[in-house]
């Protein structure tokens, strides 16, 4: 009887691999938030110390890293925009969709003004642009909330 070639390789070299282990899925850390009424906030602590942002829009909670990437300054009191919706950051003016994290808006300047002179000292100053950490929400039972990085 004769193997094939293929089958005789495969049956030499299973021999000196480590069988497959199964792995756990690796779940990452849920953190819970209160629950904000209707057009209000609430600012939390991320499991990085850094603060995260749960906001109540038209009855749907959304939660977003509360840090701007630009300066690393806080946007706890950001505007929020129904339409999006969008965080604002309230120092330099870029908005952030507040589903997906995705920077929609990047200004280099301060205070929401964009000139070659700010734009270009604060450019040196500050990062790239980039997005901010998104989280999905979840209500639970009690009424508390379920965040979740995306």
Known sequence: HRIPAVAAVAAVASAFVAPRVARPAVR???????????GEREIIDGPDGKP???????????????????????MKRGKIDPAGPTLTCNFHGSTFNMETGVCTKWITGAMGF??????????????????????????NDDGTLALEKK
């Open 52 to 74: 995260i942002i749960v906001a109540n829009v038209g009855g749907a909670f959304y939660a977003v890293d509360a840090t701007c990437p630009h300066l690393g300054l806080p």
């Open 28 to 38: 990452r850390a849920m953190i819970t938030a209160p629950a904000p009424a209707e």
């Open 114 to 139: 964009e000139n070659d002179f700010v734009a270009g000292l604060m450019s040196k100053a500050g990062g790239e642009q980039a997005d901010v950490g998104a989280y999905a929400v979840t209500q």
